[in-house]
């Protein structure tokens, strides 16, 4: 279910949002980005977080949790409203996405990062119920 959700994200980042430049699994990258390989931006970093489980009907297991997308966009004059409008494009393109073993993906919170110098993160918070049953 983990990988039918970030291939979904991926699949309707690529096709509605074309300008996105480089998607991929977060891994602190903002964090230690002078140690790391350069990825183009605007960039979408996602984050599975903790996935909440219970018995489902007996077989199998549902859960609830959140994904967020670290957006990472340069930081230029003007660029926090750039920014903002990919953001808000990211999310009318994500809202309401599901798949097999996943649906309900709704934006909960949003967050900015203020804590690097040539760049801005945004953190979009969405949480998905997931299916896992066999």
Sequence with gaps: MRKELYNAIKEKL??????????????????FIEQEDNWERPAVF?????INCSPFQGRGHRGKGLVRLHIVTDWIEGG???????SYKIHSTLEG????????????AIDTNHNHEDILESIDSYEVRYLMTE
């Design 14 to 31: 690529n096709v509605n949002v074309p300008e996105v430049a480089h998607i991929a699994l977060w891994n602190h990258n903002v964090e």
């Design 80 to 86: 926090q409203d750039a920014a903002w409008d990919l």
């Design 97 to 108: 996405l599901d798949g097999e073993r996943f649906n309900g993906m709704t934006l909960v």
């Design 46 to 50: 996602v984050e599975i977080a903790t």
